[in-house]
């Protein structure tokens, strides 16, 4: 089964408003022709702008975190419909980051990803395991939990609409890129785990994220159960993003 490669850059807290709008600028000629879904995900305030620039193109905007709840008193928070009314169309949930530094939990996530479903938006969820749980043999274990959890709420149907980042957290920002076997490994274990829950497992694009550069990409995104990348420090530069989107096709 052919999947649509997926390519996200997920700027992080990087980027304000002027240098997202020169990051587009010179995105959009580089990626005119390509096949792949282009998605960029900027911090909320770059959201209109980036938005903006991309109508009439083929890239998606992405907001990098949303609150489950639909509005009340969450000071600091965003919900899914005010995403949705700036026709942004998908959503960063469970980042390593905000599971480490800001306290995201499986639960939240368990309510985030329906949420997020039934705003229409579509839900990138992260998953990935420590250096310490690889090395202690428990790569499978970490994510099986993680997906069965996050995903609790979501039934097999809707379940075709949710974009899986597989994104070891060893290789998040730290150069040390997963090997493609290893990628390959993790993200065909994740396309199980979908298909016992009877999901259409093979319509699910599932991405590798961590340390992926132009030099790396090409030959992760040709593994076979690799359907995409979530990109972070190379999807800084424009250039450099536009040859990981020439690299998936
Ligand atoms: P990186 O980040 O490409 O800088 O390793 C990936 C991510 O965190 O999504």
């Not at 790569?139 to 039934?155: F, I, N, S």
């Amino acid at each position: 089964m052919s999947r649509t490669p997926y390519i996200a850059a997920n700027w992080k807290m990087n980027k304000t408003v002027a240098e997202a709008a020169q990051f587009i600028d010179t995105l959009l000629p580089r990626i005119a022709a390509t096949q792949a879904d282009v998605v960029v995900c900027p911090p909320f305030t770059a959201l209109t702008a980036v938005v903006e620039r991309r109508y009439g193109t083929a890239v998606k905007v992405a907001a990098q975190n949303m609150h489950e709840e639909e509005s009340g008193a969450f000071t600091g928070e965003i919900s899914a419909a005010m995403l949705v009314e700036l026709d942004v169309e998908a959503v960063v949930l469970g980042h390593s980051e905000r599971r480490q530094f800001f306290g995201e939990t499986d639960e939240a996530l368990a309510r985030k990803v329906p949420a997020a479903l039934a705003a229409d938006l579509e839900p990138i969820l992260c998953v990935g395991e420590s250096e310490e749980a690889r090395d202690g043999g428990e790569t499978e274990t970490v994510l099986e939990r993680q997906l069965q959890t996050d995903l609790a709420g979501v039934d097999s149907v809707a379940l075709a609409g949710v974009v899986i980042a597989y994104e070891p957290i060893w290789a998040i920002g730290t150069g040390r890129v997963a090997t493609p076997e290893q990628a390959q490994e993790a993200c065909a274990f994740i396309r199980d785990v979908l298909r016992l829950r009877g999901a259409a497992a093979d319509e699910i694009r599932i991405l590798y994220g961590g340390s992926v550069k132009p030099a790396n990409a090409a030959e992760i995104l040709s593994q076979p159960d690799v359907d995409g990348a979530l990109v972070g420090g190379a999807a800084l530069d424009a250039e450099d993003f536009a040859a990981i989107v020439e690299a998936a096709g």
